[in-house]
């Protein structure tokens, strides 16, 4: 206690902490402070869902100190990558703001392929779309009342096993996905979105537009035993366009005619192509011997 009453031995002290201060804490902050490194910032408005691409980004040599363990220092780890939050230009990228597959609410748009494509339907009333209860992963039937104006209510074969790729509400906003908060209301969906063909988009264009459409859940559970349906359906599919596809190949074309007679007589030609034109040869012979004796 003597000791810290001495003057003397107060001053010394605070002049070797003082010097520790000075020639060795001072430098080694300096030092940390003018450490440089290089991260990747941002270039330009980057939206969540969106793919990072070369141009959306740049390495810029920054100070050292301070910055977030997680910040991305190589352009070969966000090139390719999709953005979990929203970007500006001047942000630095977070490891935690990006992934390497879309974000689930619009993960299915990312997955086309150019095969298959996605067209949304209208749920005009409650019961339409099951009540609500569909969601992403479903196989549906499309029922048609009245189809094609003919007064009958049908499953139109290209429409047997369709998957629902997306279950969307009036505010644009995904139903059916998450887990609600307390006293959060479900929104209700008003559009259904459908991984279809071609083939089958058109159809369901005819019918949005014609009339109403009803969906029928067919199944609900394991992806594997999902895509059982889908194969079925893609075989039937085959099967009703083989023909069309090949008269087209051919470049026949077929129209349908209200007499009965002739509609299976163009069936039948489209079907035998040979023995129409066989059939054709022989009545020219026939119609020349004739025009002979004469």
Do not use: W
Not at 175 to 193: F, I, K, M, Y
Not at 248 to 254: K, L, N
């Amino acid at each position: 206690m003597r000791l810290l009453k001495n003057r003397t031995v107060i001053g010394v002290v605070c002049i070797v902490l003082a010097l520790i201060i000075c020639f060795i804490v001072t430098p080694l902050f300096n030092k940390t402070i003018s450490d440089k490194t290089e991260i990747v910032r941002v270039t330009q408005s980057v939206k969540a869902g969106d793919e990072i691409t070369e141009d959306m980004v740049k390495t810029v040599e920054v100070g050292n100190y301070n910055l977030p363990e997680d910040v991305v220092r190589n352009l070969d780890t966000v090139i390719g990558k999709y953005a979990s939050a929203d970007l500006e230009p001047g942000d630095y990228i977070l490891t935690s703001k990006i992934a390497d597959e879309p974000a689930a609410e619009n993960a299915y748009l990312y997955s086309l392929n150019g095969e298959k494509q996605a067209i949304s339907v209208t749920v005009k009333s409650f019961a339409n779309g099951l009540s609500g209860k569909l969601k992403s992963g479903d196989i549906v039937s499309v029922i048609a009342p009245d189809y094609k104006k003919q007064g009958t209510t049908v499953i139109p074969p290209e429409l047997k096993y369709v998957e629902v790729i997306a279950v969307t509400a009036n505010s644009g906003n995904d139903a059916n996905t998450g887990d609600l908060e307390e006293d959060e209301d479900r929104e209700l969906p008003d559009t259904v979105t459908l991984l279809v063909t071609p083939e089958q988009s058109q159809i369901l264009a005819e019918l949005e537009e014609d009339g109403t459409i009803h969906l029928s859940l067919v199944y609900r559970g394991e992806q594997e035993n999902a895509a059982q349906f889908i194969a079925a359906q893609d075989a039937v599919l085959e099967e009703l366009y083989a023909e069309q596809e090949e008269a087209e190949a051919d470049g026949e074309e077929v129209t349908e005619e209200s007499d009965g007679e002739e509609s299976e007589d163009v069936q039948e030609a489209v079907e035998n192509p040979e023995e129409a034109a066989s059939g054709q040869e022989s009545a020219g012979m026939e119609e020349s011997s004739e025009n002979g004796e004469e």
